[in-house]
């Protein structure tokens, strides 16, 4: 049984080294906690008994968090927030804590930028602009066979640019995203494509025979494309590996096909970051759905 806060933290830093974490994500867990080991023991105070802590401290590190003098944006609040109630939480299921401290601190609404998406129409304009360009002078395929690949699976712009031939079957249409590092091996996984994207694919490989990488080019490049090329094609300011990554995300989870298991799976999350992103797909569903009730009202 552990007594004191400091051993309790020593006790969660080696739980989250067995997790399947990134070394940033337990950095930032560990940093969190010992901002608020450093807020109760100031001054000299004592460090506490872990039973000793409780909700008045918790809310008591909140507010210092939020009105000192270089204060943290109120996303960065609100992850301290979610450590400390990942830290208790994990406190209380482990019988180390019989009450836990943090389940009644509420997070405060923070107001995050909704991510850029593509509509339906925009991503048809988007693709048929890309097939223009493949089409072209210069017949770059790799604008068109990327854009299908991270519509169709949502991947992020480093997993698209790090595949390899190894990492593709065309006759089965599956394409295998792999990890070097150990602690990132839960993000590694095998998604499905359609046969429009394997027939960009197939083409891509056969204009430029990539021995090794299947995108030869950095992203700096292919966005530079994207948006030199493709976008003004489609009727469009600009166009990122984000913005199909998030069209991607919002189509699964409108469909309702996949189980939130699946969706983790798939886009490559922690538990964490994928209840980040489904407050924002959820969000954004809100947001189209105020639209579209807007445009049907009489004027």
């Not at 304009?125 to 017949?139: E, F, K, P, T, Y």
């Not at 006759?171 to 839960?186: G, N, Q």
């Not at 989870?253 to 983790?264: M, P, R």
């Not at 922690?270 to 992103?277: D, H, L, T």
Request: charged fraction near 30%.
């Amino acid at each position: 049984m552990l007594n004191r806060l400091d051993e309790a933290v020593l006790a969660f830093a080696e739980h989250l080294r067995r997790r399947p974490l990134s070394d940033n994500t337990r950095k930032a867990f560990l940093g969190d906690i010992r901002l608020f080991v450093r807020f109760l023991t100031a001054e000299g105070k004592p460090m506490p008994l872990l039973r000793s802590v409780n909700s008045a401290h918790l809310r008591a590190f909140i507010a210092h968090e939020e009105a000192r003098k270089n204060a943290n944006s109120p996303k960065s609040v609100e992850r301290r927030l979610t450590s400390l109630k990942v830290f208790f939480r994990w406190l209380h299921d482990c019988g180390h804590l019989a009450v836990n401290p943090a389940d009644p601190i509420p997070y405060k609404p923070v107001v995050d930028p909704l991510p850029a998406y593509l509509t339906d129409a925009q991503a048809r304009a988007v693709l048929q602009a890309a097939q223009a360009v493949a089409a072209g002078r210069r017949h770059d395929t790799r604008p068109l066979a990327i854009i299908h690949l991270v519509l169709e699976t949502g991947i992020k712009k480093s997993e698209c640019l790090r595949l390899t031939r190894d990492d593709l079957d065309l006759d089965a249409r599956r394409v295998w995203i792999r990890y070097e590092k150990r602690h990132l091996k839960f993000k590694e996984r095998e998604l499905s494509f359609s046969a429009d994207c394997r027939q960009a694919l197939a083409r891509h490989m056969e204009r430029y025979q990539p021995r090794g990488r299947v995108f030869n080019c950095t992203g700096r490049n292919i966005e530079y494309a994207f948006n030199r090329k493709v976008a003004p094609l489609a009727g469009l300011q600009a166009l990122t590996f984000e913005m199909l990554r998030w069209t991607c995300a919002l189509r699964d989870y409108q469909s309702g096909e996949l189980d939130k298991e699946a969706l983790q799976y798939k886009y490559g999350l922690s538990e964490i970051a994928w209840r980040e992103m489904e407050h924002k797909l959820i969000r954004i569903l809100a947001s189209q759905r105020i639209s579209e009730a807007e445009n049907r009202r009489p004027e």
